[in-house]
């Protein structure tokens, strides 16, 4: 782009020197051609100069650009990361609530286990009890001999 630049400079600056020599319709001096050339030479100089700066302030935007990009996509996938983390924290919770239940449901369990066991060994007591209220008393030794 800066050659098609200078092109079309150059261009004009034939172009100018051409209608400078029409206008007068004379020869003109080289003086007067000098001085029109330099000037168009410093336009040419200042354009260029401006045109590098654009291209330096465009280079500026597309780097802040894709810095913006890098950064966003860090984000990204810092984000995932860290809902990955959350989804893993969570399913490690989930199991410590499935066994307080199962804990829960043991404990019911022993203790339903146990009160049966209680009360069976109350029926046995109960029946020891009577079995022994029925049993013959024993005779004395002392009556023996009679």
Do not use: H
Request: with cysteine.
């Amino acid at each position: 782009m800066n050659g098609q630049l200078q092109k079309a400079l150059k261009t004009t600056l034939a172009n100018y020197s051409e209608k400078t020599k029409k206008k007068s319709g004379q020869k003109t001096d080289k003086y007067r051609t000098a001085s029109g050339q330099l000037f168009l030479s410093n336009r040419l100089n200042k354009k260029m100069y401006r045109f590098s700066c654009y291209n330096k302030v465009l280079k500026k935007n597309q780097n802040l650009l894709d810095q913006q990009q890098r950064l966003a996509l860090q984000d990204k996938k810092l984000l995932e990361e860290y809902k990955a983390e959350i989804n893993e924290l969570k399913s490690l919770k989930a199991p410590e609530d499935d066994m307080k239940q199962e804990k829960e449901g043991i404990l019911k369990e022993e203790v339903e286990r146990l009160k049966k066991q209680l009360n069976d060994l109350e029926e046995q007591k109960l029946e020891t009890e009577e079995q022994e209220e029925f049993k013959p008393l024993p005779k004395k030794w002392w009556q023996l001999w009679k």
